[in-house]
Each structure stands twice: as C-alpha cells, then as structure tokens.
C-alpha cells in the first residue's frame, strides 16, 4: 500500500493567499463590503478632496500679491466747473478711455476739486495737488488710486498746451483687484482750452 505524498507549501504561499482575501483567518469566503463600508469609503473621498481643494486655494493665495508691471494709454477730455469766480477757482472732472495691461479696454475717471486758474502767470495750481481717480476695467472691475501732482503749479503756453507729472498710490478696488495696491507714475499732456487731453501710466500693481 502506497502512502500518499504531503505536499507542504512554503509559508510565503500561504501569505500570499491571506493578502489575496478580504477577510482575516484566510478562509476560502469572499467578505462583500457593507453599507458602512461604503460610507467609510465616501466620507474618505470628501475629505481628500476637501484637503486637495483647500490646498489648491492655499497655493492661490501664496502666489497672490506678486508685483506685475502695468502701462496704460488714455486720451480724453475735461470738463471745468467754475466754484469762484472772484478766485477764478475750478474743478476739473477727466474721463478718459485707452487700455491698460492686465485691464484690457478700460475707462479712467478723476477731479482735481480745487484748481485756480492764472491767466496772467499762464499757470494752474491746484490748491488740493492730491486727488482720488479709478481706472474700471471692461467687465467693472476697477482699481483706485491717489493721484498727486509732483509740483502744484502747472505753467500753460499761450495756445493752451500744458504738461505734468503725477504720482500714484493704489489704494484698492474691486472684483479680482480687491486689496490691490502698488504704485506708479503718470505724464500728462493736454491743452486748457480745447479741453483735451493724453496720459500714459506705469508702474506696479499687486493684486
């Protein structure tokens, strides 16, 4: 009578068997996941992708506030409102139109609210040389800004043409420019009697 042989498999295949089931004590059953499982499994995914969105928001604001460059082009025309005639005071409201980097086509508004007109000098000076303007973006978005004349006196020709200076503060806006700031420098060229004027702007802006 033949004894029947023993065959022993190694260890590791016995491992490898255990791994390959669902269920501990390696049984030869198939555990199907339960409901709880499910939840488990979900509450899981929500709160990876909770993380991944609030580091993806996390990353956003790390990388916002970087220093960009901007230019802008503007022409347009003022318009002069007489507060006292015996002072020969003014105030002058600008609205312009040109396009701005990172703005696109866009509008820029502002008011010297005191400026005394001195025909006799051939000069302007603005009693309040700082004054606050807003540049709006095609879609509203807007940035604002204090605008301040380097020199308070303003010399005109005999025709009417005048040059000048400004600097700029941003101080902050609206829509993606919300808390922008940054600062810049504005050259103007117009005429006081036809009322038209260019301005170009550079500088840097965060936002």
């Not at 016995?14 to 030869?28: D, I, N, R, W, Y």
């Not at 992708?49 to 347009?76: I, L, M």
């Not at 003014?90 to 007109?117: C, K």
């Amino acid at each position: 009578m033949r004894t029947a042989a023993v065959v022993r498999r190694p260890v590791v295949w016995h491992l490898a068997g255990c791994l390959a089931l669902t269920v501990a004590g390696c049984s030869g059953d198939t555990v199907r996941p339960t409901a709880a499982d499910a939840a488990s499994a979900t509450q899981a995914r929500s709160a990876s992708g909770a993380q991944g969105a609030a580091a993806s928001r996390s990353a956003n604001v790390a990388t916002k506030g970087h220093p960009v460059p901007v230019h802008g082009e503007f022409v347009g025309r003022s318009t002069s409102t007489r507060i006292a005639a015996a002072d020969n005071l003014f105030r002058i409201d600008v609205v312009a139109t040109g396009n701005v980097s990172h703005f696109g086509r866009s509008q820029a508004t502002w008011a010297l609210p005191e400026v005394i007109f001195d025909p006799v000098n051939q000069r302007l000076i603005a009693v309040t040389p700082t004054w606050i303007g807003a540049i709006t973006a095609a879609n509203g978005d807007q940035v604002f800004g204090e605008f301040t004349l380097r020199s308070p006196s303003v010399s005109f020709s005999a025709v009417g043409t005048f040059q000048a200076v400004t600097d700029l503060v941003v101080t902050g806006g609206t829509g993606r420019f919300a808390d922008a700031s940054g600062t810049g420098v504005g050259f103007v060229e117009g005429n006081i009697f036809t009322e038209r004027f260019a301005s170009t702007l550079t500088g840097l802006v965060r936002y």
